[in-house]
């Protein structure tokens, strides 16, 4: 355990810092000064409003309290008694802030502040791994990314017939499972939703997938130990995988990744217009040497011409080398040539890829006939039950979820209930219940120890509890609902999230949809089905198979055909695409 103000690499910022002080980010453009903290200068973390109506840091105010019971700002009578944490508006406005992955020698990923932690947990390139066979001797430790390499020329992979998962094709794997180990995966699908097929959303460190290194989210299992998965249930498919026996033989299909060609050379001459941006904004990388275009300026001279695209190396610029430049040299230069910037530019060419990949690959797609009469996940509706309750005596129940918990944004629900307990006893409460409310208190947008605290301090001889029922068949003793459960809840339990994309060379946005108003389940919200390997929603991190897409640049895509969604988002303006995402937890194995 870490000794109070003992330096310590933070797993949630994943900088090194106090491990009392604040969280560290890099954030990707300067910040709003209204979003800053008047005692550390920085974007404010866990912001906390004050009576004289200033907004610091929640551990800057009380440092500072300790010392001067007085407002820093206007020197007014102050107590931590008089202080409240911000509205749910700028803790929002805090979150979608973009920072960049810390990890900059391998990842240069650019997510939202509240993402930045389960990339650096489940997705970063940069993390580092052991190789698979590594107990039987091999000493390699790597990035997930060098990992994958390493599998395929690994001496222990060769003579065992280790399989590595091929791309655009389907592979046969073997895995090795004693009985207490866990999966370590989530996933999503099932032929009684669009996706049909089922789909790994998250791998979790310390699971079994994790340590064996090859599945990685967005792959289609097709089959485990002989059992055809392309065609069943969610729960069929989640069950076959909970009872395979060790080894276990998964048949996975996996996504073509993006590939890379070569080195392009481009030579762009922009003529100078009077009274008119010439838009190039240029930064340098930590890690690699030169400059290169951050972003055009909108409407400006290169942005009109389009032929400078965002990322592009710029080696000349009016015959002077930038290959070790800096951007101050190259706006210098910039500013002072007359009538023409002549640049030459390096591009990293991609292969050719759609805007919106399609549904599914035809390898797979030619072995599947979906099953057009399997009903579609119903929306439930919350009832209302009361429980009469002595003075002296608890619910019996225990509960998990909340904003901002482990596995993202959910509603509360019941993850477990005393025996002989009241809720036990009156038999009106199971395990897999979503708690809406207690007596006049909403339990939704509250985090779990708001939740927790709601539920404690409920009034009278009776309590009355606004519930949705659960459809687990059988509850694990580890209990968290499934994806279909959090599928079937009403609207009005959504916690929508917004998600940006920044589309890379090719432009293609790397993933594929499903769903639609004439889907064959009937009118069904837009999900995301897969995401291709490298591409720029895998890059990313942020989205996720299984996510529904409310609306693309504030386009709604709700209640649209599938087709005029994949134009939509397709012919999405812009190089930064902005997403309006439900993103539920899949079913935990």
Known sequence: MARPNQ??????????????????????????????????????????DTTCGHTYCAKCIRSVLRVHRQCPVDRSPLTTQDCRPSSLIIKRMLDKLPVVCPNTTYCDDVMQRSDLEAHLANRCKGNMSHCVHATQGCMFRGTRTALESHIRECPNTKQKGFVAIKTGGLTTI??????DEEFGISLVGGNETPLIVTIVQEIYPEGVIAKDGRLMPGDQIVEVNGKDLRDVSHYVARDALMRASSPIRLTVYREKAEERNKIDLLNVTLRKVKGKQLGIKIIAKKHSPGIYILDLVDHSIAFQDGRLHIDDRILQINGEDMTEGSPEQAAAIIKHSKETVKLIISRLSRSATPEIMPSVAQELAAAMVPLRNVSAVKVKRERQITISKPPSEFLGISVCGGVKGKCGDTPIFVSNVLPGGLADRKGHVKKGDILLAVNDTSLLNLTHPQAVSALKSAQGASITLSIIEGQEPNPPIRFS????????????????CTILIKRKESKSLGFSIVGGCDCTHGTQPVYVKTLVPNGAAATGGALKCGDMILSVNDQSLVGVKHSLAVSFLKHAPGRTITLTVVSWPGSLL
């Open 481 to 496: 609902p499934s994806w279909l459960t959090w599928l079937s809840l009403p609207e009005y339990c959504q916690a929508a």
């Open 7 to 48: 330096t310590v690499l933070c797993q949630t910022c994943g900088q090194v810092h106090d491990n009392v002080g604040n969280h560290l980010y890099d954030y990707l453009e300067a910040v709003d000064e209204d979003l800053t903290c008047h005692i550390c200068l920085q974007p404010l973390v866990n912001p906390t």
């Open 174 to 179: 073997e895995i090795k499972r004693s009985s």
